[in-house]
Nanobody, 114 residues
């Protein structure tokens, strides 16, 4: 069974940084594209960044230049480095992958204070 476990969220002041991690098990991680989404209270879940199996990345316009997605296939882990955080980045962040079906982690809360 595919499992995803996020960590690294927390409370940070505006302008600060956090690095989120997502450890994946139960699948051939190196073959999977990985994506980070986020969901603020009362809002829909939005794509933040994605990375393909060959390392091609894609970002939402709102995070370009501030966030970086990366992966370590030896550790079955995908990361989201978040710099220059803004209060509007406050949300629960989820990692997800697809292998015959969509799998989600439990999410990690990121709160940015002004």
């Amino acid at each position: 069974q595919v499992q995803l476990v996020e960590s690294g969220g927390g409370l940070v002041q505006a302008g600060g940084s956090l690095r989120l991690s997502c450890v994946v098990s139960g699948t051939i991680f190196s073959s999977n594209a990985m994506t980070w989404y986020r969901q603020a209270p009362g809002e829909q879940r939005d794509l933040v960044a994605s990375i393909t199996s060959d390392g091609t990345t894609n970002y939402a316009d709102s995070v370009k230049g501030r966030f970086t997605i990366s992966r370590d296939n030896a550790k079955n882990t995908v990361y989201l480095q978040m710099n220059s955080l803004k209060p509007e980045d406050t949300a629960v962040y989820y990692c997800t992958t697809y292998r015959y079906q969509r799998y989600w982690g439990q999410g990690t809360q990121v709160t940015v204070s002004s």
